[in-house]
């Protein structure tokens, strides 16, 4: 609860709108590839000193161990259920606060990946990886128990359709392709990674592709989810809005 000064008598009351924060809401983030989607869940995360889950950033870890084992996504997607069950069990993926950036990274068994699982190398055979049943299904479970305490944020595709259905806030982030390719292209670049815009746009292409047709769970806007076109919105102005939608949430659904 917030005081503020009242016009004309000079005293101060009580705001009988809650403080962004006072009850902890699950908010997915689902939309297409390269559209700002974690820079915006992470710095909302940060606002309402909730917990960031990068979702994609367990299906990269998957595929990275796929590569590591010399694995193809041909040979995964031929597994019979044992198989695949076996080959989950040696996977595990955490996610760990880096002390000096403040940030979620994520782990495979027991080692920081973060950099690694960005590689356009894993970009290009993740949306496969992502689209197998079983994989999906085991990622889902784990998903849902991050938020078995309310207090998250969550970015996918799948967030506010399959993962957390009953969301109290879904934000669904659009863009225009040129755009998403130059920030992805940018990002890349930052990074260190050699990475021209040809690729950059043909992998953004492919993945929205695989995303959309996929079987199991699509990449599809929740019905109840708020569309948020970023192109010329910079991180604050996002932010913002985002802030508002919690703050409408918060007084919709008291504690
Ligand atoms: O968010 P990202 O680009 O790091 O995700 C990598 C891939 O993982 C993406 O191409 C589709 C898949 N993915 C998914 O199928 N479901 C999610 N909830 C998150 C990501």
Excluded: W
């Amino acid at each position: 609860m917030t005081a503020y000064p009242l016009k004309g008598n000079g005293g101060y009351t009580i705001r009988s709108e809650p403080e962004v924060g006072s009850e902890k809401l699950v908010i997915a983030i689902d939309g297409f590839s390269s559209c700002g989607k974690s820079t915006l869940a992470k710095a909302l995360a940060r606002h309402l000193g909730y917990r960031y889950i990068d979702s994609g950033a367990m299906y990269r870890a998957v595929t990275l161990f796929m590569i590591q084992h010399d694995l193809t996504v041909a040979q995964l997607e031929s597994m019979n259920a044992e198989e695949m069950d076996r080959f989950l069990d040696h996977i595990k993926i955490t996610f760990q606060v880096n002390p000096e950036t403040k940030l979620s990274e994520v782990h495979l068994n027991g080692l920081n990946v973060e950099r690694q699982i960005r590689d356009l190398r894993i970009s290009d055979l993740v949306s496969p990886v992502s689209a197998i049943p079983a994989i999906r299904r085991r990622m889902v479970k784990k998903q849902q128990g991050y938020g078995r305490d309310k207090g998250i944020v969550m970015d996918g595709r799948d967030i506010g359709t399959t993962v957390f259905p009953n969301a109290e806030l879904k934000i669904f982030m659009t863009a225009r392709p040129e755009v998403r390719a130059k920030r992805r292209f940018d990002e890349l670049n930052e990074k260190g990674f050699m990475v021209t815009m040809d690729e950059v746009s043909k992998n953004i292409e492919d993945r929205d592709h695989t995303d959309t047709h996929r079987a199991e769970s699509p990449l599809r806007k929740a019905e109840d989810a708020i569309v948020l076109d970023n192109s010329d919105l910079n991180q604050e102005e996002q932010l913002a809005i985002a802030l508002d939608l919690v703050r409408q949430r918060s007084v919709q659904s008291p504690a």
